[in-house]
């Protein structure tokens, strides 16, 4: 192996960045799609078109389930193998998890086509969104696809130590997302069609980026026509990996549904255009912890794969401080800046008046998910999904859903903005017992190696 891409030698802080910095970045990407249309759409088509576009958020988070379910189950796979040194074993993982995105994404298309009308009901489409959210729908969903290619070439090209070119392969679809959703929206004045086309546009780009660099062998791979034979075991094991991904982001696409019913039925147009926007921010938060996350796979894959067991703990205790220190700077940004941030996706007074104070209640304790997102990725890193499925779903589902219905009936539309943190403070708690009990078991099989 290279020694410049060797995980278990040299200082591991800058390692981390070097891997943490792209990859999140890349991730931020991934999200600027969603967010331009919707700052677009709302400047350029007014609060029912905005409201139309957060009534399809949900269908993000589908298309990324499953393609970040293939993507960072096989390459924390692949990763395990590069530390054992088998070279058939990294070959394997990228070619069934590449089959798998494939197949489970042109399913996904299917369904949502052939179902449009019963999905958008499950929604909560509103009459007076709904032919704004109908046309994005059905250009969206024909982004699938590219969705999910593009997430397993940038994860393989980044974890095969090329994390600049990974981050490459999302900024070229949204450099090209910006561009025409100013060019369509603005420009051309086609609303949330021309935002819709201009997002799937740039993920078919992205998606041929990295089908370019993958030919090229700007990854470990080493392309052979047997690489992509079906191995249901390794297939398996792909899915259960990646399968705590999956739940984070279909319950996040569940739980916008449950947002929608709630603040629609509390508070309108308004609250639902409210709470497009809180989404966005939150994916700024979401999306650096969860890069700084992926950041660190290939570095505690590879050592706990060498059996490194203390550098794997110092890994993950370093990259939480970064994590924490970056969704610092952002929840600061929010608790001082929720007019400014509102102001940029064309928020009415109504929209103003409720938005500042969902913002502040909904970020109060934000620096908290630096660690819990870290944690969930930490435990996929070693092969060990159990744990990282327990926190997502106890998080995004058993924690939080209650509380969605339960706290409006005693502090109204602000108590749908509170459930996120104090979700997230239990969050906290389980995550940490959690990762006390791993490192318990690891400095063990440390000391008895010896």
């Known amino acids: 192996m290279n020694r410049e891409h060797d995980f278990t030698e040299g200082a591991l802080f800058p390692m981390i960045l070097r891997f943490s910095i ?19 759409v709302g400047n350029f088509n007014g609060t029912s078109a905005l409201a139309g576009l957060s009534i399809c958020f949900p269908l993000s988070y589908m298309m990324m389930a499953f393609g970040l379910t293939c993507s960072a189950g096989g390459s924390s796979l692949f990763c ?12 394997r993982s990228f070619g069934n998890a590449l089959v798998l995105a494939v197949v489970s994404e042109l399913a996904l298309t299917a369904f949502l086509l052939a179902f449009r009308e019963p999905v958008l009901r499950l929604f909560g489409v509103t009459e007076t969104a709904y032919p704004y959210a109908v046309t994005y729908y059905k250009i969206v969903a024909l982004g699938c696809l590219f969705q999910g290619l593009t997430q ?3 994860d393989f090209v980044r974890v095969s130590g090329r994390p600049v070119m990974g981050m490459c392969v999302t900024g070229i679809g949204a450099v090209t997302n910006i561009v025409l959703d100013a060019l369509f929206v603005a420009v051309l004045d086609w609303g949330v069609a021309g935002a819709a086309w201009a997002t799937v546009i740039g ?16 990854t470990k791979v080493e392309m052979g026509k047997g690489i992509f034979a079906p191995d249901w075991p390794l297939s398996r094991k792909i899915i259960s990996c990646g399968f705590a991904f999956w739940i984070a982001q279909m319950a996040m696409g569940f739980i916008s549904l449950v947002y929608n019913g709630q603040l629609g039925k509390y508070g309108g147009d308004t609250a639902i255009s409210v709470y497009a926007v809180v989404t966005s921010i939150m994916t700024f938060v979401i999306m650096p912890a969860s890069g700084i996350s992926q950041g660190i796979q290939p570095i505690v894959g590879n050592n706990f794969g060498a059996g490194k067991y203390r550098r794997v703990m110092a890994v993950l ?10 969704t610092c700077l952002i929840w600061l940004a929010v608790l001082f800046f929720p007019q ?14 409720l938005g500042v104070t969902g913002l502040r209640v909904n970020f109060c304790v934000t620096p908290i998910l630096g660690f819990v997102m870290l944690a969930t990725t930490f435990f996929q890193s070693l092969a060990k999904p159990l744990p990282s499925i327990v926190i997502t779903f106890l998080r995004q589902i058993l924690f939080l859903i209650p509380l969605i219905c339960l706290f409006p009936l005693r502090w109204g539309i602000n108590g749908i903005f509170a459930a996120q943190p104090v979700s997230d403070v239990l969050a906290l708690v389980l995550s940490a017992a959690l990762v006390a009990r791993e490192r318990r078991i690891l400095y063990g099989k440390e000391t008895a190696g010896k």
Do not use: H, W
């Open 22 to 40: 792209p990859a999140a970045i890349s991730l931020l990407i991934t999200a600027v799609y969603n967010i331009v249309d919707r700052m677009f």
């Open 80 to 91: 395990l193998f590069a530390g054992k040194k088998d070279q058939d074993g990294m070959n």
């Open 152 to 154: 397993v070439f940038c």
């Open 203 to 218: 993920q078919l780009l992205s998606a041929l980026f990295g089908l370019f660099l993958i030919s090229r062998g700007y």
């Open 317 to 326: 205790y370093q990259a939480s401080a970064v994590s924490v220190a970056v």
């Open 340 to 353: 400014a941030i509102l102001m940029a996706f064309g928020a009415s007074e109504e929209m103003m008046s």
